[in-house]
């Protein structure tokens, strides 16, 4: 069963940095695309940063261009989401979220699977 569980997430003063991580399980990490996302209080779920499965190309939202970076770690079958100059804008349960590449998509595997989330919490 391929699993995504987060963690690194916590209560930070505005101007601090946090490092979010994900750890894939389950199934062939190098297989998956990898993304961030996240949803503040009484706001849609929004997406913060991606990673292609080769590790080759990163997409940011707009928001976080320059601040956040987002790394995956093949030895670990994890990704990594390192925040910087946090806002309190940034205040938000954050979810990974893995999807498969197409080429390598099996019916028995479901094509994208989300993590509980961890709460990230910026103080002004």
């Known amino acids: 069963q391929v699993q995504v569980v987060e963690s690194g997430g916590g209560l930070v003063q505005s101007g601090g940095s946090l490092r979010l991580s994900c750890a894939h399980s389950?199934?062939?990490?190098?297989?998956?695309?990898m993304s961030w996302y996240r949803q503040a209080p009484g706001k849609a779920r929004e997406f913060v940063a991606g990673i292609t499965s080769n590790g080759g190309r990163t997409n940011y939202a707009d928001s976080v261009k320059g601040r956040f970076t987002i790394t995956r770690d093949y030895a670990r079958n994890t990704i990594h989401l390192q925040m910087n100059s946090l806002k309190s804008e940034d205040t938000a349960v954050y979810y990974c979220?893995?999807?498969?590449?197409?080429?390598?998509?099996?019916?028995?595997?479901?094509?994208?699977?989300w993590g509980r989330g961890t709460l990230v919490t910026v103080s002004s």
């Open positions: 389950g199934d062939t990490f190098s297989n998956y695309a």
């Open positions: 979220n893995a999807k498969v590449v197409p080429a390598f998509a099996r019916p028995e595997y479901p094509a994208e699977v």
